[in-house]
């Protein structure tokens, strides 16, 4: 990501809108979502969707990176502190 534009800061998550799961890479869950999230190449953030390899800053806080239908937790959005 290095030289290219900062992500889109989304906010956070509204639970009443399209939302894709957020998960730790290594999360004894992500194996079994990822299965069934499966062939998804989108993933969505409060209604919106992005594609995979996009990445957004939740809640200005948190770097999110969408890998086939699921967010995937790739650390801060503070450029000072990764």
Avoid at 15 to 35: G, R, T, V
Avoid at 40 to 67: K, P, Q
Avoid at 74 to 82: I, L, R, V
Wanted: with cysteine; hydrophobic share 30%.
């Amino acid at each position: 990501m290095n030289g290219s534009p900062p992500p889109p800061s989304v906010g956070a998550q509204d639970p009443e809108l399209k939302n894709s799961p957020i998960m730790e890479e290594y999360d004894e869950a992500y194996e079994s979502i990822a299965q069934e999230v499966d062939g998804v190449r989108v993933c969505y953030f409060n209604n919106a969707a992005y594609t995979h390899g996009a990445y957004v800053c939740s809640g200005g806080e948190e770097l999110l990176r969408c890998e086939n239908g699921l967010w995937v937790r790739e650390g801060s959005c503070d450029a000072d502190n990764p």
